[in-house]
């Protein structure tokens, strides 16, 4: 290459070219720090394996429901699993409130051991607790409802009895909203709640302001007949902020985003009246005194003062919710959470099971229950009891799921609504889920629509239903009578077992009356309730499809003549040499005007 040359190349080197790639690679760089910083976390919430079902991947959708014709809102369809061992789910019904972006209609519902809908009441509010508890000998249906003020849940807790009527609305005592964490009705007959307050507070010791504020967590014992206040306490007095191992993150600076250090989520009580609290933010469990307030002990946490047994595994647990004291055991059941965020994919969520020697401070884990699928559960769950021989119901919280365990911690029954692989991105949640024998008995009339020579029936809350009869009547002088006191009136025509929520029924072709009801009734042939008057809709006449056709045929003619006459209006014509032409538009050169 001569002199000339390489000159004459060498002077034709972009001078921009270490510009261009420091520009590049700064791009691709910050390309991928934002790629982690925010794809990368979405992408650890998914929850693929290799033995998912059709159900779990999502191809019945996120959170798959089914409608009904005679009823007008969608219920979870659930997906049932059982072990081999196994006698099969718990045959009580069970009682969820899902919400999430992918549930159809949210609110307190009941299902039965199958998966069947056997009530549901859609809130707008969102709904939390929901379960059935015992006061005055009678079992009512509880659950909180209300919205989000100010970062915490501010509502009020309903109390409603077999018919589905509300009896009794809770609020706390004072300048309060209801939190949506707990309601406790103790064998005392009184209310446990909780309470978020903001409250000022000195932040300076975590890295805050001075003047900051802290959502300051209460709990009252309330008397329900009266509302008066029996007992309260506030966690601020007994512990500092510093004890919590819940991040600052920028908080605190204002009320509305006030610091959560330690996060009440359950208030039961022990055999002698203490009570017993979750802190979730402590990850401790607390007894308090019932006289003072004074602690009375610590499991778990900063200051845990019980010696585990278990090398670790009894006093470990973390962002735990649903802490239940079984008297008759010296046994402590919760949640264990293990993690508040998806940053730890070690950790699993699971159901626990402590044996409490409390005079010796001694802590022993009895039994663990986990998911098969390991899931990680990061916020809400509970487990539950079920029987005497140890058998254990545990909600998933923030998976959409519940399972029944045996006393040593096999998996029985495991039921899921929710496509389990989107769990992480909780779309379908329930706050706890519950087992437990209801009766119901609603004041509506049961639902009926007649669609050509099937009905389909439902009676939402129903829960003694059996069998649904047809049935007709006599017309006397022209007029149809509805006297079931008077015999000859109400023709009895057949009987049909209930199947599911909703039963679907063809209207035998002989009935000779065009007008029927369908009557529902008990195991001994009682009638509970009737539907409305029901019609059987018969076929089209010819004249009739004619005239559909008719408008059919008109409607599309109508649109593609407005279609037609919208496309020439678009285009201007103009009248040139005696006739009509499309005007023609051309870019004419600015200097030749």
């Not at 790629?35 to 650890?44: D, E, G, I, R, T």
């Not at 009339?445 to 069998?467: F, I, K, M, R």
């Not at 023709?491 to 929520?501: D, P």
């Amino acid at each position: 290459m001569s002199p000339s040359t390489w000159d004459t190349e060498r002077c034709c080197v972009d001078p921009r070219r270490p510009l261009l790639w420091i520009a590049g690679t700064s791009a691709i760089v910050s390309l991928l720090y934002l790629f982690h910083l925010f794809v990368v976390p979405q992408l650890v919430r998914f929850e693929f394996r290799a033995d998912l079902s059709w159900y779990d991947l999502g191809a019945y959708g996120f959170g798959p429901s089914r409608g009904y014709v005679s009823f007008e809102y969608e219920s979870p369809l659930v997906q049932i699993s059982q072990t081999d061992n196994s006698t099969g789910c718990d045959d009580r019904y069970t009682f969820l409130a899902p919400r999430g972006d992918s549930v159809a209609h949210e609110g307190p519902m009941i299902l039965d051991a199958q998966g069947e809908l056997v009530w549901m009441k859609h809130n707008w509010d969102t709904t939390h607790d929901f379960k059935v508890q015992r006061y005055r000998g009678e079992d009512y249906l509880t659950y909180w409802e209300g919205s989000q003020v100010e970062g915490r849940g501010y509502g009020s807790w309903y109390m409603l009895d077999s018919t589905y009527t509300p009896r009794y609305v809770i609020n706390p005592v004072g300048d309060y909203g209801g939190d949506l964490h707990e309601l406790h009705i103790t064998s005392a007959e009184t209310a446990l709640v909780t309470i978020y307050d903001p409250t000022l507070a000195d932040l300076s010791s975590i890295g805050g302001p001075e003047v900051g504020w802290i959502y300051d967590c209460l709990f009252q014992e309330i008397d329900i007949a009266t509302g008066d206040l029996i007992f309260e306490w506030r966690a601020s007095k007994y512990f500092p902020v510093n004890s919590s191992y819940n991040a600052l993150n920028g908080s605190g600076k204002k009320r509305a985003s006030a610091f959560d250090f330690f996060h009440i989520n359950s208030v039961d009580k022990d055999g002698e009246g203490n009570y017993i609290i979750s802190a979730r933010h402590l990850h401790a469990v607390i007894c308090i005194s019932r006289h003072t307030g004074e602690i009375l002990w610590t499991l778990g946490g900063r200051t845990n003062e019980f010696q585990d047994l278990s090398d670790g595994e009894a006093t470990s647990f973390s962002w735990q919710h649903d802490a239940r004291w079984h008297a008759e055991s010296n046994t402590l059941t919760l949640f264990d959470n293990a993690a508040h965020a998806y940053s730890d994919q070690d950790l699993a969520s699971h159901g626990m099971a402590i044996y409490l020697d409390i005079p010796k401070r001694e802590a022993t884990l009895l039994d663990a229950y986990y998911h098969p699928y390991n899931t990680k559960s990061v916020s809400q769950g509970n487990v539950q009891i079920l029987d005497e021989s140890g058998r254990v119901l545990v909600g998933w919280g923030h998976s959409a799921a519940y399972s029944e365990f045996s006393a040593d911690g096999q998996l029985l029954c495991n039921v899921h609504f929710g496509a389990s692989a989107y769990w992480g991105f909780g779309r379908v949640v329930s706050y706890r889920a519950y087992k437990a024998d209801w009766i119901g008995n609603p004041q509506s009339q049961p639902d009926a629509t007649v669609l050509g020579d099937v009905v389909y029936v439902s009676w939402n809350g129903a829960t003694e239903v059996v069998t649904w009869r047809l049935e007709t009547w006599d017309i006397v002088s022209g007029e149809l009578i509805d006297e079931p006191d008077r015999t000859g009136n109400v023709i009895a025509v057949q009987e049909y077992e209930k199947t599911g929520f909703e039963t679907e029924i063809s209207v035998p072709a002989e009935l000779d009356s065009p007008v029927f009801r369908l009557a529902a009734l008990d195991v001994e042939g009682n009638v509970l309730g009737v539907t409305d008057p029901l019609q059987r809709t018969g076929e089209e006449s010819t004249l009739d499809n004619v005239n559909h056709w008719i408008v059919g045929i008109a409607s599309v003619a109508c649109i593609c003549g407005l279609v037609f006459a919208l496309s020439r209006l678009r285009t201007p014509c103009v009248r040139r040499q005696g006739r009509w032409r499309r005007s023609e538009y051309q870019l004419v050169p600015f200097g030749a005007q």
